[in-house]
Structure formats: structure tokens, C-alpha cells
Nanobody
Framework: QAQPAESGGGAVQSGGSLTLNCTVSGYTPGANCLAWFRQRPGEEREGVALIRSDVGTTAYSDSVKGRFTISQGLAKNTVYLQMNDLGPDDTAMYYC????????????????WGQGTQVTVSS
């Protein structure tokens, strides 16, 4: 079973940058989706960025478009989230998720989740 594991979170000041990493063990190549979600304190989990692993197409939420970039490694089982121009509203637990058969924004479609990595942005 595919199991994501995140790393790279931390604390930064407003305007700073961070790169999150996620490696999926037990990965089988295909029309998979690697996704980043986040959960701010007291709020529901929301989608941030998606990448379809076989063709490399990406999608972003409006709140991060133009500031965050999702990419994958050569081995396809690793996904990165480059986050620039961070602000306090980006403070959240960030989760990597995996699913087979295409990318969607709906959280319930993702069956494999990492434990999360905390990002804290101070003003």
C-alpha cells in the first residue's frame, strides 16, 4: 500500500520561503495523483496543489496560485511543494496525499495520507 511521508516544514517570517517534500513508499507508476492539502487551526482541511504523476499536469487553489509550485522528482514517487511569499494565513499543518486514477480536489477521494508537517509563518 502506498504510504506518503512528509518533511520540510518549519517556522519562517512573512515573505519567506519553504519547500515541503513528500516521498510515497510502495508506489506503483500510473495515472496517480500526488497532492498537498493543508489544515489551518480550527478549519477544515483544504486542497492546495495537485500533480498528475504520469503527465505532470498541475492545479492550484486560488489562495496559493502564483506563490506555490508543485513538482515531482524523476522517480515520480516524490513530490515537492515550493512555497514563496509566505504569509500568516499559510500557517497550517500540510499533508501529502496519494490516490490512483486521476486528480480531484475532494478530500474523500484520497485514501493514502501522510502524518503532516507543520508550517508556521510569523508576521
Amino acid at each position: 500500500q502506498a504510504q506518503p511521508a512528509e518533511s520540510g516544514g518549519g517556522a519562517v517570517q512573512s515573505g519567506g520561503s519553504l519547500t515541503l517534500n513528500c516521498t510515497v513508499s510502495g508506489y506503483t507508476p500510473g495515472a496517480n495523483c500526488l497532492a498537498w492539502f493543508r489544515q489551518r487551526p480550527g478549519e477544515e482541511r483544504e486542497g492546495v496543489a495537485l500533480i498528475r504523476s504520469d503527465v505532470g499536469t498541475t492545479a492550484y487553489s486560488d489562495s496559493v496560485k502564483g506563490r506555490f509550485t508543485i513538482s515531482q522528482g524523476l522517480a515520480k514517487n516524490t513530490v515537492y511543494l515550493q512555497m514563496n511569499d509566505l504569509g500568516p494565513d499559510d500557517t497550517a499543518m500540510y499533508y501529502c496525499a496519494f490516490k490512483v486514477a486521476g486528480c480531484y480536489w475532494e478530500i474523500w477521494r484520497y485514501t493514502n495520507w501522510g502524518q503532516g508537517t507543520q508550517v508556521t509563518v510569523s508576521s
